[in-house]
T-cell receptor, first 115, second 111 residues
């Protein structure tokens, strides 16, 4: 079966532009997570959805970051007025349930470069 | 915020050698996980640990959940070239399963 897919794989934006990053989780997975991975660092949590409900957005670095999952499947992470410090790989992960013993499966990520 | 500490940043070993990686935290985690990431890919789960003191193996990989719940280690035995990659430890504390990652250790294996 298909894993988690993300698009685009690479995105170059000029400072100040808005970007939208898409995540297609594994079909039927309830939980969806977004992480940000800066160069040479581990992923850092951004936000979490259980179905369409955004239960935790404590990791979003500013109000320029917005995520949605309106039908409980595909999710979009939007960054408004991009800044150079937003350059990173954005990873999406999904899991079948919301339990801590449930494996999170990661997509390949979207590499965002802000010039 | 919570942080997981992994060091050194890089390790270089000879094919066939065993290698051990440690991960420590100042906070308690109730789940510890080890992931491997290769270039251009997302992290892939290697081993998950759910109880303090638990020792779990997955092929040539063995990991343990520390008794204090503040550390974990990963051993790779008889390394092979395809073990090359970045190894991350990660922990879970809360109910929503969000992961806290270490900075990772880049493993190089010389043939």
């Amino acid at each position: 079966g298909a894993g988690v897919s993300q698009s685009p794989r690479y995105k170059v934006a000029k400072r100040g532009q808005d970007v939208a990053l898409r995540c297609d989780p594994i079909s039927g997975h309830v939980s969806l997570f977004w992480y940000q991975q800066a160069l040479g660092q581990g992923p850092e949590f951004l936000t979490y959805f259980q179905n369409e409900a955004q239960l935790d957005k404590s990791g979003l670095p500013s109000d320029r970051f917005f995520a949605e999952r309106p039908e409980g499947s595909v999710s979009t992470l939007k960054i408004q007025r991009t800044q150079q410090e937003d350059s990173a790989v954005y990873l999406c992960a999904s899991s079948y349930t919301s339990g801590r013993t449930d494996t999170q499966y990661f997509g390949p990520g979207t590499r965002l470069t802000v010039l | 915020g919570q942080q997981l500490n992994q060091s050194p940043q890089s390790m270089f070993i000879q094919e066939g050698e065993d290698v051990s990686m440690n991960c420590t935290s100042s906070s308690i985690f109730n789940t510890w996980l080890w992931y491997k990431q290769e270039p251009g890919e997302g992290p892939v789960l290697l081993i998950a640990l759910y109880k303090a003191g638990e020792l779990t193996s997955n092929g040539r990989l063995t990991a343990q959940f520390g008794i204090t719940r503040k550390d974990s280690f990963l051993n790779i035995s008889a390394s092979i070239p395809s073990d090359v990659g970045i190894y991350f430890c990660a922990g879970i504390t809360g109910a929503n399963s969000k992961l806290t990652f270490g900075k990772g250790i880049t493993l190089s294996v010389r043939p």
